[in-house]
């Protein structure tokens, strides 16, 4: 039942649990970030191809106490924008996901979060205000990308921050979006041979890591400025993304 953490050995499986407990608190504190930080250190681990369906799991435990964390500040207009029109877009694409290569999924997985700088700096610069439309035409491409990789949630950043959500507003949002996300996706690696028992036990194992490192991060998130909250973002964007870019050629 165990095999998992046996073949992975105690030094390995320690290591991981560090590193749910370090990038849960980037995530409590930026609302981003954090889930494909954790993606790119585990796909060392296991490799790429499972990395996503054992995240799906992990992140549903982590996104939950973001929410808990966050509750008062929950804008539940925005969450259905997007979840509406996301959901039948992630089923579809989370089902083409098990028929890519690795060196394809860490491709995809490093352009989605590179491109999400850009974007936010863009639609910053011109102060964009978002409109119900254009959530919901971002949200259809959000659901698309969702459905094969770790990291989506960064192209919603400007539309959601363009709504005139708060800092707090944002993390308790975009956690509500992410959870409904993993859950269609585990809805749909479940069927399927990519989400076994085995990588079942070790995402909820990285989820129960990740809930004190989201209270460090909650903590965190009340002393950040707008700006330095917007700049650590940006570093760990690029970090993350080059990680994915390296795997793909290496």
């Not at 992990?58 to 207009?77: P, V, Y």
């Not at 978002?130 to 949200?139: E, K, N, P």
Request: some cysteine.
């Amino acid at each position: 039942m165990l095999e998992i953490f046996s073949d992975l050995g105690t030094t390995t499986i320690v290591i991981v649990g560090l590193l749910a407990v370090i990038t849960a608190a980037v995530h409590g504190a930026t609302g981003v970030a954090g889930g494909f930080l954790m993606t790119a250190a585990l796909a060392v681990v296991i490799g790429v191809k499972p990395v996503v369906p054992v995240m799906s799991v992990a992140l549903l435990i982590s996104h939950l106490m973001r929410i808990f964390l966050n509750r008062e500040s929950f804008n539940k207009e925005a969450f259905l924008l997007v979840t509406i029109p996301a959901t039948p877009c992630i089923i579809a694409v989370a089902w083409l996901y098990g028929k890519m290569s690795s060196t394809s999924i860490a491709l995809l997985l490093g352009v989605v979060v590179l491109s999400s700088i850009p974007l936010r700096r863009w639609t910053q610069a011109r102060q964009i205000k978002t409109s119900r439309g254009t959530l919901i035409g971002v949200a259809t491409a959000y659901g698309g990308i969702s459905g094969a990789s770790i990291g989506s949630g960064m192209l919603l950043i400007p539309f959601l921050l363009g709504r005139g959500l708060s800092k707090e507003a944002f993390v308790a949002t975009l956690a509500a979006i992410a959870f409904t996300t993993n859950v269609t996706r585990i809805g749909v690696y479940g069927s399927t041979s990519m989400l076994d028992s085995q990588y079942l036990l070790l995402g909820i194992f990285v989820g129960l890591m990740t809930i004190p490192g989201n209270m460090i991060g909650r903590s965190i998130l009340r002393k950040m400025t707008n700006q330095s909250h917007a700049t650590f973002v940006d570093v760990l964007t690029v970090i993350g993304a080059l990680n994915f870019f390296w795997m793909a050629v290496s």
